[in-house]
């Protein structure tokens, strides 16, 4: 395993219960920026997370209300209630995850925010970030860009820069952060190191970069040290 990067800065998308990468940036950065100035879109990890479900890797959307789901502010995107998602995600994190060492520890951090039900989805977001940076004890400044970084403001900032806006996407096709740098390391996932007959049609090898409720789950207090390289 090789050294991970430094980013001085790193501008980043909201993101709902991001992927382990997400983190990994985090952990490498003097500093992060998520970009409030965006347009809103679909099939993104803003609106969605990755678990790992008994049949394999399964995606979590959160619906918006329809109307909003064109070229809308992010910051203006509201959660649509109507839908039964959010029955859908907590049960499916519970059917992912409560066998894991940590995860009903943890549960009880990050549930309640989702059943407070914010209005925006930027909100929802923001307030789970902060409660994942406490409880893998992270201390890396996070702020809110006050304009949209577009490619002049990225030039104007100092020192080894991190854009990992279109980078950090469920539609990106090359490996992940972790793996380009070397740095990724397995850990122990429930459907995966089960035998055969008992994970039925699930994964058999170790699934990487899966939401961060996935490393969290399994590995609790410890979790840091697979971001900290």
């Not at 064109?70 to 029955?87: A, G, N, T």
């Not at 989805?121 to 809110?144: G, I, R, Y």
């Not at 080894?160 to 279109?166: N, P």
């Not at 008992?198 to 899966?210: D, E, K, M, S, V």
Request: aromatic share 12%.
């Amino acid at each position: 395993m090789t050294a991970g990067p430094h980013f001085d800065v790193s501008v980043l998308t909201t993101a709902y219960l991001p992927p382990v990468e997400y983190f990994f940036v985090i952990a490498q950065s003097g500093r992060v920026l998520i970009e409030q100035h965006e347009n809103y879109q679909k099939q993104s990890w803003r609106s969605r997370c990755r678990i790992l479900a008994a049949g394999g890797p399964e995606d979590l959307s959160i619906p918006v209300v329809k109307e909003e789901r064109r070229s809308r502010p992010i910051r203006d995107i509201r959660i649509d209630y109507s839908e039964p998602w959010l029955q859908h995600h907590i049960r499916a994190f519970d059917a992912a995850y409560h066998s894991s060492a940590f995860y009903d520890y943890y549960a009880d951090d990050l549930l309640p925010i989702l059943e407070s039900r914010p209005t925006f989805l930027f909100d929802l977001n923001m307030s789970l970030l902060e409660k994942l940076l406490e409880l893998l004890d992270m201390h890396t400044p996070v702020s809110l860009t006050s304009t949209y970084v577009n490619e002049d403001l990225m030039s104007g900032l100092t020192g080894h820069l991190f854009d990992g806006r279109a980078r950090i996407q469920p539609k990106y096709k090359g490996e992940s952060l972790l793996a380009e740098y070397g740095c990724e390391q397995a850990y122990y996932q429930v459907f995966v190191n089960q035998k055969p007959s008992q994970a039925g049609h699930g994964a058999q090898g170790f699934i990487p970069n899966l939401s961060i409720l996935d490393l969290l789950s399994a590995e609790g207090p410890d979790a840091g040290r697979f971001l900290r390289i």
